[in-house]
């Protein structure tokens, strides 16, 4: 068995290993010293979040950090099937976890930045296996939940070029080393730019498209007054709120250095995401997913150390001129509007984009659905592909 931090060498096997999440106590403990050693900004009282990260907050965090439980996450791993396998000379992580009915559609879900697989935790089981959750069996998934190369356990890309499509040609490969030759895709932020080229690579084999952040092709059609609304918001985080694409964009090594060094750095970077992205009316991030989540996703990038190489996938995908990525979707597409979602862009223009046969609105959630609202996911995942199945 493979242990949680992964070498940077290229790789040429193609075999699909076993994985487990194992992580030396060594790095745990380093964590947890740099953590108490951390030295801290000053903060202008009274500002909030208006500058960035909260400075009281991110102590808050940081404090619990020392004390979490990252053991108990591996667990949770650990209790699905993972493999490993090479594709295209990266290593690539997946947890792979089969549905109990036989007659169960593959699914590939895959996240985003500063997501990570851990956004699925709460989704797997459900999806995998309805029928001990309630729903009915007919719905059930094959399960393929691979790291983004460059994140988690698929470990830091050892060589340019690795944009939105390269990582669709990868899924292409990995479902069909998996022995699965009909199958849908589902993904949310980088997941669902990937989620649609994988429909667009792979139109033989993949049944239909799921994404929970909407992308599409502007034109002249009016737009309603929720539209408009919506359009004013998403202005708004791009002149306000896109800072992080600039430099990760452009200059992803020389943030990386900062970020990979101070655990605080990394928390502080995150976490400001985190607050803004997630649907939270009341200003409580923690109404919108809990701090232990929180810490789950902070914690596989560190010990991991793939921050620096998860945000290369902005460079090289606006170096290759698909961020985001203009290739219609033309196998069926489901959308999903969630209000807190940080790009929302109207019907009509997903349509451009998406072969749109499936259309739901919630009045809650946000960037990370799945963890942020895993019943309306999971529901919404399963209403879509009841339609192609």
């Known amino acids: 068995m493979q242990t949680a931090r992964v070498s940077s060498e290229p790789l040429t096997s193609e075999h699909i290993d076993p994985f487990r999440a194992e992580t030396p106590q060594a790095v745990i403990d380093d964590l947890r010293a740099r953590l108490a050693n951390t030295r801290w900004p000053d903060e202008i009282a009274g500002t909030d979040w208006e500058y960035g990260t909260d400075l009281a907050y991110l102590r808050e965090v940081c404090e619990s950090w020392q004390t979490f439980d990252w053991a108990a996450v591996e667990a949770r ?3 699905w099937p993972q493999i490993t396998t090479i594709i295209d000379g990266q290593r690539v992580h997946a947890i792979h976890a089969p549905s109990p009915e036989p007659d169960a559609l593959p699914l590939i879900i895959t996240h985003g930045w500063p997501g ?17 959750h309630g729903g009915d069996p007919a719905d059930a998934f094959h399960i393929v939940a691979p790291s983004i190369p460059g994140y988690g356990w698929s470990g830091p890309t050892t060589e340019p070029g690795w ?5 669709a040609e990868a899924w292409k490969t990995l479902m069909a080393r998996l022995g699965y030759d009909r199958y849908g895709a589902q993904g949310g932020d980088w997941g669902s730019m990937i989620s649609g080229q994988v429909g667009v690579v792979d139109a033989e084999h993949c049944a239909g498209v799921h994404i929970n952040m909407v992308l599409g092709l502007p034109d002249d059609t009016p737009l309603t007054d929720d539209e408009q609304a919506a359009m004013a918001a998403s202005g708004a985080f791009l002149a306000n709120g896109s800072a992080y694409q600039q ?3 452009k200059n992803p090594q020389t943030l990386g250095y900062g970020l990979s060094d101070s655990p ?11 607050h803004h992205w997630t649907h939270h009316p009341d200003g409580d991030l923690e109404t919108a997913i809990t701090r232990d989540q929180l810490l789950a996703n902070l914690t596989l990038y560190w010990v991991t150390e793939t921050i620096n190489s998860s945000t290369r996938l902005y460079f090289e995908s606006q170096k290759a001129g698909r961020f985001p990525p203009f290739d219609r979707v033309e196998v069926p597409t489901g959308i999903a509007y969630f209000p807190g979602e ?3 862009m109207p019907e009509g223009w997903a349509r451009n984009l998406y072969n749109v046969t499936h259309v739901s609105r919630f009045d809650r959630g946000g960037h990370f659905a799945a963890m942020e609202e895993p019943d309306l996911f999971v529901d919404d995942v399963r209403a879509f592909f009841r339609t192609i199945r």
């Open 264 to 274: 605080a750095g990394l928390a502080g970077w995150i976490t400001e995401k985190f």
């Open 163 to 167: 944009d939105v499509r390269r990582v």
């Open 77 to 79: 791993f650990n209790a």
């Open 116 to 132: 990570s697989v851990v956004e699925f935790l709460d989704v797997i089981e459900p999806l995998r296996d309805p029928r001990s």
């Open 247 to 249: 430099i990760q964009g």
């Open 342 to 344: 940080i790009i929302t």
